[in-house]
């Protein structure tokens, strides 16, 4: 495995080539169900019942929008990844200088934070709405999926699609009873298909709907699941799994618009035509549905909404992986991974309900989704300017009408967000009155710094193409170095773990092929008794006087072999007491057995080699029977 690769763990993990026709094309499918979730996670739920419920089927057509864009998009960010084999933060990395890629990366980081609180909300109020957990308890549950995601995470990327194919199917035949039960007006549904002014709060639900569906860590997560098909560097297979990918990008994104568009006209149907404009919170439109329409409705509702939140969590933890390894190239374990993103989620979320009660999540799950929509334009610049470069892209390079569409949607986006950014910080002034100070001292600068860098991000190409860019190494190993004058080290004093387990034979005879006659043998043992702990050295209990013995039995038997030996005892903590003993005895090479210890029993028992390695000097050869 080549933990330079985006997402190594499941890199070139499916492949297709050993198949034909239909079935080369559903090895295909899957990328983009896993990016499709992220349409229609609840951020999108909050937005579109706000929307239906306020303006009817009228911001259908901002939907319809948002989703063109978004084929259009993720369109481009698999091409990239198929292409040059890099994901968006990898290929972020090697055009932009280090002080740019850093704010990029918490820029991205924000994004994922926006999207996984948007998912514990809904989440938490599906399990409020179905079981009655209080929302607290319910946003502390959501912290526990980790476990799902290292779960599926183990048994590979078919298992993981197949999961998330499970969820997206729940929640789009929840929406397909529900049609038949509020039963829209599809004379109006069509009219909504036209566009109209946007102003006011529709301009604010309408950027948070593009932010809900338009999502910027879907770019980079797309950019790097293309990368798990195992595809012929060739024309032809690199021809081959364009289509195949744009096909599955199609499918999967026209299931998520049917969702979102769903969700919209079932607010629309129920609680515009009713009389109730003001539904913004989803509690609030599930009492109405039950209300209305009595039990199943709402049912289907809850369900429905949990399992999008589950779906949509794991694909942003894989997106947090692909932007801290890409930007940063930063590896560190997935669940840690997973842990660190959601309690940076859950912070505000416990925040909001302690401080401003539990009423106040609706309108927090929709600014999480406006901190999406303005977070966009830094993703997909750079992907249009990655995709659009014949010196990078060669022939795969985007054409013309594509490369103005892709330009034209950027600029909407980013006018849209400028105008929404004015108009808040306006309104925030104006509400503050003569406490508006730190407006001026925080908001404004910090607006002005995000301009800047955007500013840039556009800019930065047209006075340096990238054609004359010298791209910099991504590769955490760097190059391969010249070791023709490399001297072969001679160990004189070689340290085994001994635990007088059946390990110790492999343990003893890879050291003696290190050292041979020329070596001294450190045997090395650790008495962990409870005595031991506390006493140390003073400690004569039976266990310390027969570990004893076996070792003086050992040093005989090498001895009798022509190899010098010593035994040396440590006393309490496995791992700390050998990288004592091993620093203090000047060994210059250490050999240990692996235990094989897995799952809740390495939990338990620690990882007594890695501890080792981390606190010794020295190179140390883990052997297994």
């Known amino acids: 495995m080549n933990s330079s690769e985006s997402l190594s763990e499941v890199h070139g993990s499916v492949d297709p080539n050993t198949k034909k026709g239909w079935r080369k094309l559903f090895a295909f499918l899957g990328p983009a169900y896993l990016v499709s979730v992220g349409y229609m996670d609840p951020g999108n739920w909050a937005t579109d019942i706000a929307g239906g419920s306020q303006f009817g089927y009228k911001l259908i057509w901002v939907l319809l929008m948002s989703n063109l864009i978004a084929l259009l998009l993720q369109s481009l960010s ?10 968006l933060a990898q290929a972020s990395k090697r055009a932009y200088p280090k002080w740019a890629n850093i704010p990029l990366y918490i ?20 399990l409020n709405l179905l079981f009655g957990i209080p929302l607290i308890w319910g946003i502390s549950i959501t912290a526990l999926d980790t476990i799902l995601l290292l779960f599926l995470l183990k048994k590979g990327m078919r298992s993981m699609e197949a999961f998330i194919l499970s969820m997206v199917f729940i929640v789009g035949i929840s929406f397909l009873f529900e049609m038949f039960i509020v039963e829209p007006d599809f004379g109006e549904v069509a009219k909504g298909f036209v566009p ?4 006011g709060s529709a301009l604010y639900i309408a950027i948070g709907i593009i932010g809900a569906t338009v999502m910027p860590h879907n770019l980079y997560l797309h950019s790097s699941l293309v990368q798990t098909r195992k595809i012929e560097r060739n024309d032809r297979g690199i021809k081959e799994a364009l289509k195949f990918n744009l096909i599955d990008t199609a499918v999967a994104l026209n299931l998520a618009f049917f969702v979102n568009a769903a969700i919209l006209v079932l607010a629309a149907a129920a609680f515009y035509t009713n009389g109730h404009h003001e539904v913004a919170e989803i509690q609030d439109a599930y009492k109405l549905l039950e209300n209305i329409f009595g039990t ?46 959601r309690l940076l989620a859950i912070a505000p979320a416990f925040f909001t309900i302690l401080h401003y009660g539990e009423d106040a999540l609706g309108e927090l799950l929709i600014l999480s989704q406006v901190v999406l929509s303005l977070q966009l334009a830094f993703a997909i610049i750079p992907l249009i300017y990655f995709t659009s470069n014949k010196t990078e892209m060669g022939k795969y390079a985007i054409k013309n009408w594509v490369k103005i569409l892709a330009w034209l949607a950027a600029a909407i986006i980013i006018m849209l967000n400028i105008k929404l950014v004015i108009d ?38 047209l006075i340096e193409p990238y ?28 340290g085994l773990s001994i635990d007088f387990s059946e390990h110790d034979k492999t343990v003893i005879r890879h050291a003696l092929m290190q050292g041979g006659k020329n070596a001294t043998y450190t045997l090395i043992h650790i008495v962990e008794t409870a005595g031991a702990r506390y006493h140390k050295h003073e400690v004569l209990d039976m266990e310390t006087i027969s570990d004893e013995d076996n070792l003086k039995k050992y040093v005989e038997r090498l001895e009798n072999l022509g190899y010098q030996s010593q035994y040396v005892i440590g006393y309490g903590s496995t791992s700390g007491s050998i990288a004592k003993i091993v620093n203090d005895s000047h060994i210059d090479f250490l050999v240990m057995a692996a235990h094989g210890h897995k799952g809740f029993k390495d939990l338990l028992l620690g990882s007594t080699i890695d501890a080792v390695r981390h606190n010794v000097k020295v190179p140390v050869l883990v052997v297994r029977d």
């Open 424 to 461: 808040e910080i306006g309104v925030w002034i104006t509400e503050a009155g003569s406490e508006s100070i730190w407006i001026y001292i925080i908001v404004i600068p910090i607006a002005i710094a995000i301009g800047l860098l955007l500013l840039y991000i556009i800019l930065s190409p």
């Open 296 to 341: 199943a409705a709402p049912t289907l509702f809850a369900i429905a909404l949990i399992a999008s939140g589950q779906s949509s969590t794991v694909t942003g933890t894989l997106a947090g992986q692909i932007v801290m390894e890409g930007h940063l190239n930063l590896r560190i374990e997935p669940w840690v991974r997973r842990l660190l993103t």
């Open 78 to 87: 698999a091409r990239l990844g198929i292409v040059k084999g890099l994901d």
């Open 196 to 199: 109209s002014e946007l102003g």
């Open 467 to 494: 054609k004359n860019r010298k791209y910099r190494n991504i590769l955490p190993h760097g190059k391969a170095l010249n070791f023709q004058d490399l001297s072969i080290p001679e160990y004189k004093s070689i």
């Open 107 to 126: 820029l991205a980081q924000i994004a994922i934070i926006a999207c996984d609180l948007a998912e514990i909300i809904g989440m938490a109020i599906g």
